[in-house]
């Protein structure tokens, strides 16, 4: 049997990686999510809004009262500005098992969100789709809708933390926690985008679909490409 014969045979007889079969359901369950949100947001008749985004934005503006706002507007505030960039350069620096590896993960993690970031603007720049009515918002808000910029951000930081925290602190207790509780905090940034009146609730699940494209093509690339990544 020839060297090329024997290493196609041990490709084929080696099991797919669970962590690479599990991305890639990610970036499916995304790709296609989002575009079938998109078709059916693009396709509305007129450019009305959709039913559930219409009883979503009214069942927030009548269930908002003013502390809840002001607890919103502080959680929604941690899905922008700096703060998501930091993040993402802490989820290199806790991966990382020595200065040089850190040094590389934070710079690719940085990259990685930057890069999201700048096709998701894309995106939301090719949509083009409004936002609720101003008379609504209980907080400043700017741009185009759809994808959620807040939601989409705070989704692919709480990804790149919780992986840098299994990459870790792999089946401990204490990494299982933090894990949840990254995975809450994005979800509730999301959510406060809705509350506060500046998106539809369609919006913050563009958003979150693009973050499971775009965390499981990453993650599927980088167990592909970095052995020294996996376990």
Same mark, same amino acid.
């Given at each position: 049997?020839?060297?090329?014969?024997?290493?196609?045979?041990?490709?084929?007889?080696?099991?797919?990686?669970?962590?690479?079969?599990?991305?890639?359901?990610? =970036?499916?369950?995304?790709?296609?999510?989002?575009?079938?949100?998109?078709?059916?947001?693009? #396709?509305?008749?007129?450019?009305?809004?959709?039913?559930?985004?219409?009883?979503?934005?009214?069942?927030?503006?009548?269930?908002?009262?003013?502390?809840?706002?002001?607890?919103?507007?502080?959680? #929604?505030?941690?899905?922008?500005? =700096?703060?998501?960039?930091?993040?993402?350069?802490?989820?290199?620096?806790?991966?990382?098992?020595?200065? &040089? &590896?850190?040094?590389?993960?934070?710079?690719?993690?940085?990259?990685?969100?930057?890069?999201?970031?700048?096709?998701?603007?894309?995106?939301?720049?090719?949509?083009?789709?409004? &936002?609720?009515?101003?008379?609504?918002?209980?907080?400043?808000?700017?741009?185009?809708?759809?994808?959620?910029?807040?939601?989409?951000?705070?989704?692919?930081?709480?990804?790149?933390?919780?992986? *840098?925290?299994?990459? &870790?602190?792999?089946?401990?207790?204490?990494?299982?926690?933090?894990?949840?509780? =990254?995975?809450?905090?994005?979800?509730?940034?999301?959510?406060?985008?809705?509350?506060?009146?500046?998106?539809?609730?369609?919006?913050?699940?563009?958003?979150?679909?693009?973050? *499971?494209?775009?965390?499981?093509?990453?993650?599927?690339?980088?167990?592909?490409?970095?052995?020294?990544?996996?376990?």
């Amino acid at each position: 049997m020839t060297k090329d014969a024997e290493a196609g045979r041990r490709a084929v007889a080696e099991p797919i990686d669970p962590c690479i079969r599990t991305a890639l359901g990610a =970036v499916l369950i995304g790709f296609v999510g989002l575009l079938g949100l998109t078709v059916v947001v693009l #396709t509305a008749r007129h450019g009305a809004v959709l039913p559930v985004d219409r009883a979503a934005h009214a069942w927030s503006l009548h269930h908002r009262p003013s502390a809840l706002v002001t607890v919103a507007r502080a959680v #929604t505030a941690t899905g922008t500005g =700096v703060f998501p960039y930091a993040a993402a350069v802490a989820a290199g620096l806790i991966a990382g098992r020595n200065l &040089r &590896r850190r040094l590389g993960y934070a710079t690719g993690a940085l990259a990685f969100l930057l890069l999201g970031q700048a096709l998701r603007y894309g995106l939301m720049e090719a949509i083009n789709r409004s &936002r609720p009515p101003v008379g609504d918002w209980a907080t400043h808000a700017s741009g185009f809708a759809f994808p959620s910029g807040h939601a989409t951000t705070s989704a692919l930081m709480a990804g790149l933390l919780v992986a *840098a925290i299994g990459h &870790r602190a792999y089946g401990s207790r204490a990494g299982r926690v933090a894990a949840v509780l =990254v995975g809450c905090w994005a979800a509730a940034v999301g959510l406060s985008r809705v509350l506060l009146g500046v998106h539809w609730v369609t919006d913050v699940v563009a958003g979150w679909l693009f973050a *499971a494209f775009w965390l499981g093509l990453g993650a599927a690339l980088i167990r592909t490409a970095l052995p020294a990544y996996r376990r």
